[in-house]
């Protein structure tokens, strides 16, 4: 119903920017009215982990390492959700992944993108 679909991850020094993207295709409806918006990453031997979300429109969130260097954002005019990053360091090394929620009245069932590599590294 819904697909998920990241890009721009890559190989970037410390210090540097990189800004994913997850474009959301399907049901425009189903789109519009998800609750909340969030992008996890998984480094290799970890847990996944929740890095940004913003729900209800507005409302973010923050990994506590990510904020004041990392921003979630969405352009409704293209169905796309974006994580600016900045000030990127080694420890951000993982696979980045778009997750959506469905209110409840929708399923309440997660959507997930199928990832973006970043690696930061001299």
């Known amino acids: 119903q819904v697909q998920l679909v990241e890009s721009g991850g890559g190989l970037v020094q410390p210090g540097g920017s990189l800004r994913l993207s997850c474009a959301a295709s399907?049901?425009?409806?189903?789109?519009?009215?998800?609750?909340?918006w969030g992008w996890y990453r998984q480094a290799p031997g970890k847990q996944r982990e929740l890095v940004a979300s913003?729900?209800?429109?507005?409302?973010?969130n923050y990994l506590g390492s990510a904020k004041g260097r990392f921003t979630i954002s969405r352009d409704n005019g293209k169905n796309t959700v974006y994580l600016q990053m900045n000030n990127l360091e080694p420890s951000d090394t993982a696979a980045y992944y778009c997750?959506?929620?469905?209110?409840?009245?929708?399923?309440?069932?997660?959507?997930w993108g199928q990832g973006t590599q970043v690696t930061v590294s001299s």
């Open positions: 997750n959506a929620v469905a209110p409840a009245s929708f399923g309440g069932r997660a959507y």
């Open positions: 399907g049901s425009i409806v189903s789109i519009y009215r998800m609750d909340c």
């Open positions: 913003l729900c209800g429109g507005s409302i973010t």
